[in-house]
């Protein structure tokens, strides 16, 4: 299994950037589809956006659409999820997912089979 490793999360003020970094310690990472995940206080987890593993399509929730960009370097085994005009409610753990060549909706649709990491702390401060 492959783990994963999230940093970058902190207090940042509404309009301002941050960018959110997982690692992954795995060989093959190019065949990891990637996605980010966020769990607000009393909410549920949602799924924010993901990359495929082959082409490197990307997609995102409406609500980030626009404002949140997710990349990956596989030579790093690294994926980002860089997050402009961020907005009160962008406040929540971020987590970091992975999955071995899925696709994208699978693992939104059966989240439990994805690796997860540990999380990240993003506070959005009005």
């Known amino acids: 299994q492959v783990k994963l490793v999230e940093s970058g999360g902190g207090l940042v003020q509404a309009g301002d950037s941050l960018t959110l970094s997982c690692a992954a310690s795995?060989?093959?990472?190019?065949?990891?589809?990637m996605a980010w995940f966020r769990q607000a206080p009393g909410k549920e987890r949602e799924f924010v956006g993901g990359?495929?593993?082959?082409?490197?399509?990307?997609y995102y929730a409406d609500s980030v659409k626009g404002r949140f960009t997710v990349s990956r370097d596989d030579v790093m085994s690294t994926a980002y999820l860089q997050m402009n005009s961020l907005k009160p409610e962008d406040t929540a753990v971020y987590f970091c997912?992975?999955?071995?060549?899925?696709?994208?909706?699978?693992?939104?649709?059966?989240?439990?089979?994805?690796?997860w990491g540990q999380g990240t702390q993003v506070t959005v401060s009005s």
């Open positions: 990359i495929s593993w082959k082409g490197g399509a990307t």
């Open positions: 997912a992975g999955r071995f060549r899925a696709t994208i909706a699978s693992m939104v649709r059966d989240s439990d089979s994805n690796a």
């Open positions: 795995t060989l093959g990472f190019g065949s990891y589809a």
